[in-house]
């Protein structure tokens, strides 16, 4: 039965989580047992308090062969991570 | 924490053993359901479905030990959850009759698990606001959990029926199968009126037909007919059964009637 409904892409916010976080995926008829399904094989061990589900099909990913021109470029610079200021003693919860 | 703290006015033994056995008519059902259900796991159609029945399961076990610990104590004769649900024989059993049936096909243990769900909707609400403060307790855990078992099983029901041809002749004829077996959800006797009376429990008259009207709501939705209303031949709640009970429970106590007292 599951060969024929569409995948869909499952995602969790935590209790104390602030956003939704990709956990796995299920088979589902639709949208409505997609969140069924999710809440059934994702939530059993009160992983969260909020569920998001989307059409594998709708998600646009990069392709892995542009994988060199799209992340490759920010290799060398390391100016860009915020490790090159002397923080001051005074600034405890940076 | 005594029994008697939560039910003051039993003094008199009557009202006591029929407050045992309304308490423990409520866990048959959760019990002898939860048991079917499981007898799914590695069969469902699908991974997802699998899980999902089993949740139920789990559910219905997890009210049915609430509620049979408590029954214990409501007896006082210190059975605990465990000898209730492993040490009893199938006459001793009190559960709706409609929840020993055998799961049949999935259409057929879905219409089962929805007649039941509209039905422990009803009473669970029915008995939140409980003179019995324990018992009000435990619906208001299981009434959570109803909601979601009914929002499965209702909506399973109506992707059936009003899905192929062959889904809503399947689901329609387990419809027609099993409906002879309603007739036993709102059938009040002695122990119901005693509760009723105690207002420890709900008249099942006054719930019967907010359970009709929901029951009719979906059907329509899933384009199902209502079966003609039949009498009723049957008395699971009083301990008289169908031939299935005793098969199901030789499975579910084997371990407990084979090695008495073994622990996990």
Redesign the interface.
């Known amino acids: 039965m599951s060969e024929d409904w569409p995948l869909y892409e499952v995602f969790i916010r935590s209790r104390s989580g602030l956003e939704h976080k990709h956990v796995g995926s299920v088979h589902a008829a639709d949208a409505r047992m997609a969140i069924e399904h999710a809440r059934d094989v994702y939530t059993r061990r009160q992983e969260g308090v909020s569920l998001w589900v989307v059409r594998s099909a709708d998600i646009i990913a990069s392709d892995p062969e542009e994988a060199d021109a799209l992340f490759e470029p920010a290799r060398d610079k390391v100016y860009r991570h915020p490790t090159f200021y002397a923080i001051p003693e005074e600034v405890k919860n940076l | 924490m005594s029994a008697r703290a939560h039910a003051p006015s039993e003094r008199d033994p009557a009202q006591q053993a029929a407050h045992f056995r309304h308490v423990l008519r409520l866990a048959d059902t959760s019990l002898v359901l939860g048991q079917r259900l499981g007898e799914w796991v590695g069969h469902a159609?699908?991974?997802?479905e699998d899980?999902?029945l089993a949740?139920l399961a789990l559910d219905l076990i997890g009210q049915a030990r609430l509620l049979l610990t408590y029954a214990g104590e409501l007896e006082g004769r210190g059975r605990d959850e465990d000898a209730l649900a492993f040490l009893r024989d199938a006459p001793e059993f009190v559960n709706l009759t409609l929840a020993e049936q055998p799961n049949g096909d999935f259409g057929h243990t879905i219409v089962r698990q929805w007649l039941i769900d509209a039905w422990q909707l009803e009473i669970y609400q029915g008995l939140l606001g409980s003179a019995d403060s324990r018992l009000g307790a435990i619906a208001a855990k299981a009434l959570k959990e109803t909601r979601y078992h009914h929002?499965?099983s209702s909506?399973w029901l109506i992707?059936l029926g009003d899905g192929t041809r062959e889904s809503h002749d399947r689901v329609q004829a387990a419809l027609d199968c099993l409906w002879r077996f309603s007739a036993e959800l709102f059938c009040a006797d002695e122990v119901d009126e005693r509760m009723q009376a105690a207002a420890i429990a709900p008249a099942l008259a006054e719930l019967a037909p907010r359970w009709s009207a929901r029951i009719d709501e979906d059907l329509a939705a899933a384009t199902l007919t209502r079966p003609a209303a039949q009498p009723y031949p049957w008395h699971g709640r009083r301990g008289v059964h169908t031939e299935h009970l005793g098969h199901m429970l030789a499975e579910m106590q084997h371990l407990q009637r084979t090695y008495p007292g073994v622990r996990w």
């Open positions: 159609p699908a991974l997802e899980l999902g949740n929002r499965f909506g992707r």
